[in-house]
């Protein structure tokens, strides 16, 4: 039985219809240069895109 990347748990997180959310890159520091609205859309959650889908759900072991 393969375990579950401890480090993919903690970036992904699974919905309950089954989509895989994640963060957005560039959102942690040299902040000051970067608009308030490109910040703004960075904090929101995205799902992971479909030719990523396979490899992290193998990740998360589901």
């Known amino acids: 039985m ?3 990347s401890r480090s993919a748990a ?3 997180k699974v919905t309950g219809t089954g989509k ?3 963060r ?3 959102a942690r ?3 000051t240069k970067k608009p308030r ?3 703004r859309k960075l904090v929101d959650s995205a ?3 479909k030719s990523d889908h396979k490899r ?3 990740m998360l072991n589901i």
């Open 2 to 4: 393969q375990k579950t």
């Open 10 to 12: 903690k970036r992904f």
């Open 20 to 22: 895989i959310m994640r």
């Open 24 to 26: 957005h890159s560039h």
């Open 29 to 31: 520091h040299i902040l």
């Open 37 to 39: 609205k490109r910040m």
């Open 47 to 49: 799902l992971v895109s």
């Open 56 to 58: 992290v759900k193998k």
